[in-house]
């Protein structure tokens, strides 16, 4: 296996440092802390290269290897829910952008059929009208489904990295000496 290329350090004094404080449950349900996931974003902050490795640091009495690794299957189970949420949210912009395109298709072609099939003003003057939102639908469409925000690209880059992250628990002793 390669060598992590970015380590990130974090220092607990419990594994409850983690998470929520309003969330009693178990370690396995518990809800992850929104400190915890800014101060992990914010360490990674544009540097997406996908070989991670996350330390996590505690005392030495207060380690237990059960909970480390019910936290480990946790966060990780929280690392993918993120990066399919925001693979989500990128997917539902381009269909979006695809059912404008679909509209402003639809409104050029009615346009063609009002100029094709009558000759009066009105008509022609409501064709001119529905050819603006046609042309509108099909270039914001074209844009919502070619510009998704590098923000969004970005949170899922990032939680597809922390998903793949090597996390490991050390004892804060051993960082010390």
């Known amino acids: 296996m390669n060598k992590p290329s970015k380590t990130i350090n974090i220092a607990l004094d419990t594994y409850d440092d983690l998470f929520s404080d309003f969330d009693?449950?178990?370690f396995k349900n518990r809800a992850i802390s929104l400190d915890f996931k800014e101060n992990l974003e914010s360490q990674v902050l544009d540097n997406y290269d996908c070989n991670l490795k996350i330390n996590f640091s505690l005392p030495k009495n207060k380690r237990k290897k059960t909970d480390e690794s019910i936290i480990e299957t946790r966060l990780k189970q929280f690392f993918i829910f993120k990066?399919?949420?925001?693979s989500k949210r990128i997917n539902y912009r381009r269909l979006k952008g695809?059912?404008?395109i679909a509209m402003g298709l639809v409104f050029v072609t009615l346009t063609f059929f009002f100029e094709t099939f009558f000759t009066d003003l009105l008509p022609l003057y409501l064709a001119n009208i529905i050819m603006i939102f046609g042309w509108f639908g099909i270039w914001t469409g074209i844009e919502k489904v070619v510009d998704i925000s590098q923000e969004l690209t970005n949170k899922?880059?990032?939680y597809t990295c922390f998903s793949n992250s090597k996390i490991d628990f050390i004892n804060e002793e051993?960082?010390?000496n």
Request: no cysteine.
């Open 24 to 26: 009693i449950s178990t």
């Open 174 to 176: 051993e960082i010390k």
């Open 83 to 86: 990066q399919i949420t925001h």
């Open 98 to 100: 695809l059912r404008f």
């Open 156 to 158: 899922k880059q990032m």
